[in-house]
């Protein structure tokens, strides 16, 4: 299964709605879909796993949502620490990543 | 707490083999409720998954890595490894330990919740 994450560059300022793409090749079976942070010089960090269950100490800002193909991640109020490259991830019986999405600041 | 941390060789010769630990810290790898995952990253780009292992030994590979890894684990340090055999510059990346979680996924591999630091290794003679 090939993830496509769209768009490439997000380019928001702090206060806006934030919303990402992430299309997979064939059906994700149980919604195994997953979405993770990454900051320079840092590890992913896990946000929402099951496609909408968000991770322990994860704002209420992140929230995820979708099935089968078409999965998006919404950040409803930009904070000043969350412009960051945002991957999605399937598991299960196969792992593969999406290339990534990188939130900048306007 | 629980922690990771990955060590080993920062520089690795073509043709040789890239080897890796990661010991976990703060929480037990016999535990029934976790995979234990290596996923590298090269420099500027996306992640890729290498592999995991569950206590028991049970090892679950991507296909595209399969004929050159092995993970094994070490219940007694509270430890697991990586092997990368036949290494190329294309294997340069930082390298990452983690916790996957099973709560809510089944199959051979699921989310990770906890992430080491990182190492990065280098390929060059």
């Known amino acids: 299964i090939v993830l496509t994450q769209s768009p490439g560059t997000l380019s928001l300022s702090p206060g806006e709605r934030a919303t990402l793409s992430c299309r997979a090749s064939q059906s994700v079976s149980s919604s195994y879909l997953a979405w993770y942070q990454q900051k320079p010089g840092q590890a992913p960090r896990l946000l929402i796993y099951?496609?909408?269950s968000r991770a322990t100490g994860i704002p209420d800002r992140f929230s995820g949502s979708g099935s089968g193909t078409d999965f998006t991640l919404n950040i409803s109020r930009l904070e000043p620490e969350d412009f960051a490259v945002y991957y999605c991830?399937?598991?299960?019986?196969?792992?593969?990543f999406g290339g990534g999405t990188k939130v900048e600041i306007k | 707490h629980l922690q990771l941390q990955e060590s080993g060789p920062g520089l690795v010769k073509p043709s040789e083999t890239l080897s890796l630990t990661c010991t976990v810290s703060?929480?037990?790898?016999?535990?029934?409720?976790?995979?234990w995952g290596w996923i590298r990253q090269p420099p500027g780009k996306g992640l890729e998954w290498i592999g995991s292992i569950y206590h028991s030994g049970s090892t679950f590979y991507n296909p595209s890595l399969k004929s050159r890894v092995t993970i094994s684990v070490d219940t007694s340090k509270n430890q697991f490894s990586l092997k990368l055999s036949s290494v190329t510059a294309a294997d340069m990346a930082v390298y990452y330990c983690a916790r996957e979680s099973l709560w809510l996924c089944s199959g051979g591999s699921c989310y990770s919740d906890y992430w080491g630091q990182g190492t990065l290794v280098t390929v060059s003679s």
């Open positions: 099951g496609a909408s």
């Open positions: 703060g929480g037990s790898i016999s535990s029934s409720s976790y995979y």
């Open positions: 991830q399937k598991y299960g019986s196969s792992l593969t």
